[in-house]
């Protein structure tokens, strides 16, 4: 008979001994002490011995959802974004998702690197997922970038109300442009 104890599980979190278990997928061992890596829900199989922490995956996001994810690369036709919360819905997913440029703004967009930066918090709804691909939109107005970071300082930016559609750097003055949501700034992030 197969024993398996399922919990939901934060990194950090103690799982078992390296007696107990065999370290998987979303574990690490530190002194013979196994731990959670992910945020997920622990599998602890006594059949088989083994200890794995499933991170939520990207099967449960679905088309519609508007999702938070931070910006991990920009390319000449797109834009990566990890997402890491589905809005409205409590704990942390961790599923690569895309912004083809396409799919950016209403009006033609020539650069992904004109309205996006590394590490930008996004909002995005989520138009299509084929073959664990999943495609965002950030077209609407309350989609796009609610949280942008300074490229040249890093800083977080503020909404430049003298300039529509331009952030200002309150730390080195830098101005810059981004597909701005319309509650930038204002995004509750829980
Ligand atoms: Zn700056």
Redesign the pocket.
């Known amino acids: 008979m197969s024993e398996k104890l399922e919990s939901m599980k934060v990194i950090g979190d103690y799982l078992g001994t390296i007696e107990e278990f065999v370290p998987c997928q979303g574990t690490y061992s530190d002194d013979g002490r196994i731990y959670a890596s992910n945020i997920g829900k622990a599998i602890l199989d006594h059949e088989n011995h083994t200890a794995k922490v499933d991170a939520k995956m990207p099967s449960e996001l679905k088309e519609g959802d508007v999702i938070f994810g931070d910006v991990l690369g920009i390319r000449k036709n797109m834009v990566t974004v990890i997402a890491r919360k589905i809005q409205g819905i409590k704990g942390e997913i961790d599923a690569k998702t895309s912004i083809y440029v396409s799919n950016i703004a209403q009006s033609y967009v020539e650069k992904p690197d004109d309205l996006f930066g590394i590490g930008d918090i996004v909002k995005g709804k989520i138009i299509r997922i084929e073959h664990g691909l999943i495609d965002l939109t950030t077209k609407d107005d309350v989609l796009g970038v609610v949280k942008a970071f300074?490229?040249?300082?890093?800083?977080p930016?503020d909404k430049d109300e003298g300039r529509p559609g331009k952030l200002s750097?309150?730390?080195?003055?830098?101005i810059e442009q981004r597909k701005i949501a319309k509650d930038y700034g204002n995004v509750e992030l829980i």
């Open positions: 300074c490229k040249r300082c890093r800083y930016l750097c309150p730390s080195c003055g830098h």
